[in-house]
């Protein structure tokens, strides 16, 4: 099956609400739990709490319609601004913000950045913490040189970017290209968060096979490198896999 041909989430027909119900819901026997929502939340938290990062605008590009990880950032951030790539995935996450009926419920995740903070009387302020954090919700297209175009954005003193650049690279060229698209988003002495899946070649969803760049922790510090980005901290999950499953 790795062989085949593969879609990519941004540029095809891509269920943004399978997607979140497959891999990052809170249904006691989905799979990658720990690798989905424990791991990034635990990360968030250690990063954020010790107040090494810190400022005014965090930009936030992350695969599909995620938006787990910034439970942990609203404390510090008092304005979010959120990119999506793609309109489903734009839609998918204004009617969690608008609070609109039928919106995926990420009660689980804020629950558990709660517990994190030890605060876990103020689950509901928590989740209403990071909705008024949320300035914008805009579209972005890395196929232009400014991804926000016509939009300009001031420059971030954070940008948050969880497991996207696999999904939308084909090659280390692209992956080159588009890392340096998101680093002109930063201000100059601010901070990039990366949370990616390593050695992984594709994911399915609703039946699909999307396309995941496959590379491995040394190539993405390289890249980083190269566009004169300091690692401060990489931290690794136990589990590295080709492909991800349904879980069906």
């Not at 085949?4 to 095809?12: I, M, T």
């Not at 979140?20 to 954020?48: C, G, I, Q, R, W």
């Not at 566009?227 to 080709?242: E, K, N, P, S, W």
């Amino acid at each position: 099956m790795d062989g085949g041909p593969k879609k990519f989430y941004h540029k095809h027909d891509f269920d943004a609400r399978d997607h979140l119900d497959t891999f990052f819901s809170d249904k006691p026997d989905m799979e990658f739990a720990d690798d989905s929502l424990t791991f990034p939340l635990m990360n968030f938290h250690y990063v954020f709490s010790s107040g090494f990062v810190k400022g005014e605008v965090l930009i936030e590009l992350s695969f599909g319609s995620l938006i787990h990880h910034l439970y942990l950032s609203c404390d510090v951030f008092k304005d979010i601004i959120i990119l999506k790539l793609n309109e489903r995935c734009n839609m998918e996450t204004s009617r969690w913000k608008d609070s609109r009926t039928g919106a995926f419920t990420w009660n689980h995740s804020s629950a558990h950045a709660a517990k994190l903070e030890e605060k876990s009387d103020e689950v509901q302020d928590k989740d209403e913490q990071l909705k008024t954090a949320i300035s914008r919700i805009i579209s972005c297209d890395f196929d232009n040189e400014n991804i926000t175009y016509p939009v300009v954005l001031p420059l971030a003193d954070c940008i948050t970017s969880m497991c996207l650049m696999e999904g939308i690279c084909k090659d280390e060229d692209d992956y080159m290209r588009n890392l340096e698209k998101i680093s002109k988003l930063l201000r100059p002495g601010g901070h990039l968060i990366l949370i990616v899946v390593l050695n992984n070649s594709y994911y399915i969803v609703g039946g699909v096979k999307f396309h995941s760049f496959e590379f491995d922790d040394r190539f993405v510090r390289n890249a980083l490198h190269k566009l004169g980005f300091v690692i401060d901290r990489a931290g690794f999950t136990i589990r590295h896999t080709r492909h991800v499953p349904t879980g069906a």
